[in-house]
């Protein structure tokens, strides 16, 4: 088990991205950040019915994550997802804003909600409001790719909390023993809810657990975004070439509470003051030589664009009552 | 007359049977400084300790059978599991061994605990934190089923749960949480399978569950204004269940309509409507039975979708009036 802190292959990547590749990256995380500060306006205005889990503070893990995978890879997300949905291949903000706002030229047609926004087009086969639902999937997902011999893999993402069900060591077992090319993606921001990660396990990274079944596991700064890319990026190739899953832990943390109701008792202002020092997007944006105007700039630009997407989904059709029915089976 | 809140029943309820009686303790996800997703454990940590109040990591199956197992040993566990949804998860745990455990070792142990766990739509949880899916413990011989529908019956219920020696399954409603109503202080027990009629009326029996009895007895209201005479009971206990006052009433009566939140098909009405038919009542029938229940639908996240996926108080009423009245 390696542990990498932060890569110091940057200047290597920015060179092979260049600046336009890099300034797109910072702009996707701007528009999750913009995504779900809004998203939290909406919600304290009383316009969002239900609940939502904001993953702001853990920009860079989605970014760097989707980064070296291909539109023809799959991804299987999780509850806190809206970061890695706008990450992954051909999504789309105005359709995820609808489905947000429960209407029906949302991507589930207002059906789903922030918890299960999907994008099956576009291989992005969905958030899940079960912790640790998507991890026996992707076992299934990596042995279609397996059975129908391409050069797919899967990222399945989850949380901390998620390691702690029955169905992620049934699964990474079986991803192992069969070689399938499964990434499985550990967000550990810190808690499961209430109960912190110290509490939760007697062992120092999450990614150690990859050794009980016999799979490489590695743990990387979730708030450096080149690291978070590193490390998908081995493990993708490490998938493609047939030789089957890695454990990756991207240590990350949540700015936020749990879920809109959340006093958060369990944990102080000084440990999350601490970790905003930490922001992935202003981390990212020091690597590639920006200054705080162009980074304000490109901030505005991401709002704007959010602006758009609620006017979208805004005047966007309620789904009809009389479709209720619809959907149930093929 | 003091009223509480059917969360601070239930925490009433706890924290009396946890003073009284060292074996009680609970377990579950956030239920220690977070107070539980919903509040019912809210300060009970301060009071008990996390030796009494325990948080578990994300792990249903073994909460449960952690239940089992201490239940085994002379314990009487309290498990909360944060969604019903979730409940599937423990299903193993529950319905091969602590259902069984009694009548496969020929009567020799008991498995005395109880599982809370908060069932129903109407928050915009969508189809994976929304279900009620009581029946299918109610298909389960071994485990008892209880659904209270207020503060006082929450707080008589759970007391009556705890000291009960078999697995319970405690089927709260998200949106009964705040609800008021009168909540004696003492310590009381309401008996398990004991059936209420919560309102008298002449003209139509409605057997009604969880939140949709606040429902039904609305409807009645209402339905009154119109010269309707509604009887309203509630089975309060759905296994194993009292049918005496459900046949009386239907011999009374004439006539009857189920109501629950949980999708029609395989639901709970089914077995209450067979039980009508294999009665004495059925002689009584002057209408067909009906069921109103859950659209045989996920529960969808838009607001309106999801009200038109469960009973609300003017389908009861429109469902009360034909039955009553014809058209059916
Ligand atoms: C099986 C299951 N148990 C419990 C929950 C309730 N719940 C939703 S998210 C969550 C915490 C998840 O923690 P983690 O996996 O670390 O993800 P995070 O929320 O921190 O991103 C809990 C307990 C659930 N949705 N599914
Ligand atoms: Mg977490």
Redesign the interface.
Known sequence: MTTIIETSNYPAYLQEWGQEKALDLLRKMLLIRAFEEKAEELYALGQVHGTMHLSIGQEASAVGASLPLRPTDYLLNHHRGHGHCLSWHGSNVDLMMAEFLGKETGYCRGRGGSMHIANVESNNLGANGIVGGGIPIAVGVGLSIKLRKTDQVVLVVFGDGATNEGAFHESLNMASIWKLPVIYYIENNQYAMSMPVKKAFNIERLSQRACAYGIPGVSVDGNDLFSVYEAVKEAANRARSGHGPTLVEALTYRWRGHSKSDRQAYRTREEVKAWQKKDPIKRFAKKIGLDEKALDDLQQEARKRIEQAVAFAESSPEPDVATIMEGVYA | MRELTYAEALREALRQTMHADPTVFMIG??I???GGAFGVSAGLIDEFGPERII?T??????LTGACIGAALTGMRPVGEIQFM??IT?AMEQLVLQAAKIRFMFGGKAKVPFVLRTPAGSG???????SQSLENWFVHVPGLKVVMPSTPYDAKGLLRAAIYDDNPVIFVEHKLLYKTKGYVPEEPYEIPLSQSKVVREGTDLTIVATSIMVQRSLQAAEILAQVGIQVEVIDPRTLKPLDMNPIVASVKKTGRVMVVHEAVKTGGFGGEVVARIMESEAFDYLEAPVRRLAG????I???????S??VPQVDNIVDEARKLVRGGY
Request: proline share 9%; hydrophobic share 35%.
């Open positions: 996800e956030d220690g400084v977070y948080d990591p994300i792990s249903e199956a073994a949804d979730f998860l928050t915009g949880a969508a189809a994976q934190h659209l045989d639908i996920p969808p996240y838009n607001r309106t979708l999801e038109h996926a």
